[in-house]
């Protein structure tokens, strides 16, 4: 069975990556994100990005997310940012003495309005492409994936989908875990980052329920949300996660996916796309101008070197009609 697949990475604000990558494919398709893809899957960040191509927003007006919104997911206002600069480093003192990882570095308000502002009342159960985004139970120390596919089968695993990209983006130095019922319990989920930060194998294994074990035309395409020369992909994502995580465990929420990936699918159907440049480096959490243009910067020269790559994935995702 014939079955497109998209996965992205988490990242904080690197996720911006990922979407311009996306709305390069869907300008060289000639067709909106959604209708390239059978089956959209994300971590964090990326989670939002996949959230977005599952209602049907174009991956033209999804690069606007970060540029648009990120200042009220991530920025303090101005006339108490002194004050709170002064509380976290207390905080991050106090956790140093006590054993403790400290107050999350943000308000959720801001990022809730945001997803309230994008997707409105529409629960995963109402996606119009089938989606999947990973989170983690804190309370139970279980992996979780929040699926349409399951919200539809019982109503019991339906959210909003503002609780859902609540959910994904939780990770511990930024955001306080969502505290919510979902499949008749309470469960306080984080970050999908804590296991699956590059969601490829949860992809594969919900493109296998999806098409009832036939597999054999499956494309996928994994977007990151890059990484810098010299600096491994686990210190990166630590710097949005904390220092929490051993390295081995942390290496293993990054890798794991692509390896995966790449063993039960042919290479000419798995198709890997990660910025790798200096640019790339820095704040999970700084969504200012600077930021997000030496991302661009970084990603428009990516680009400008992979055409023939893409070219090879629209292919696939969007073979010509002509016989």
């Known amino acids: 069975m014939s079955i497109r697949v998209l996965a992205i990475d988490g990242g904080g604000v690197r996720a911006h990556l990922a979407a311009v990558l996306l709305a390069e494919l869907e300008r060289r398709a000639e067709r909106p994100a959604d209708d390239l893809f059978d089956l959209v899957v994300g971590t964090s960040t990326g989670g939002l990005i996949a959230m977005g191509v599952a209602v049907g927003i174009p991956a033209s007006e ?7 919104l990120g200042e009220r997911m991530f920025g303090r206002p101005a006339g108490v940012a002194g004050l709170e600069q002064r509380l976290e480093q207390s905080s991050k003192a106090l956790g140093a003495l006590f054993g403790a990882a400290g107050a ?3 308000r959720p308000e801001g990022l809730e309005a945001v997803l309230r502002d994008v997707f409105g009342a529409v629960r995963l159960s109402q996606v119009t492409t089938p989606l999947a985004v990973t989170a983690f139970d804190r309370a139970a120390s279980a992996p979780v994936v929040l699926s349409s596919r399951d919200a539809a089968a019982d109503l019991q695993f339906d959210l909003p989908l503002v609780d859902v990209g609540r959910a994904t983006t939780a990770a511990g130095p930024m955001f306080a875990p969502l505290v919510t019922q979902w499949g008749g319990a309470e469960h306080s989920f984080a970050d999908g980052g804590a296991w699956a930060n590059n969601p490829a ?6 493109a296998v329920a999806l098409a009832g074990g036939d597999v054999t035309g499956l494309v996928m395409v994994s977007l990151g949300c890059g990484a810098a020369p010299g600096t491994t992909m686990a210190a990166l994502n630590r710097s949005w996660l904390g220092e929490a995580q051993d390295p081995a465990t942390m290496a293993s929420t990054v890798w794991t996916g692509e390896v995966l990936a790449r063993r039960a699918l042919d290479p ?3 198709h890997r796309f990660q910025v790798v440049d200096r640019r790339v480096a820095g704040a999970m959490d700084d969504s200012s101008p600077a930021r997000l243009a030496a991302l661009e910067a970084s990603v428009a020269d990516h680009i400008a070197g992979i055409g023939a790559e893409l070219d090879a994935a629209v292919a696939q995702l969007a073979p010509s009609d002509a016989t």
């Open 268 to 270: 000419s159907r798995f």
């Open 104 to 106: 999350p570095r943000h």
């Open 62 to 68: 999804l690069v606007q997310f970060f540029p648009r």
């Open 201 to 206: 194998a949860v992809a594969l294994a919900e």
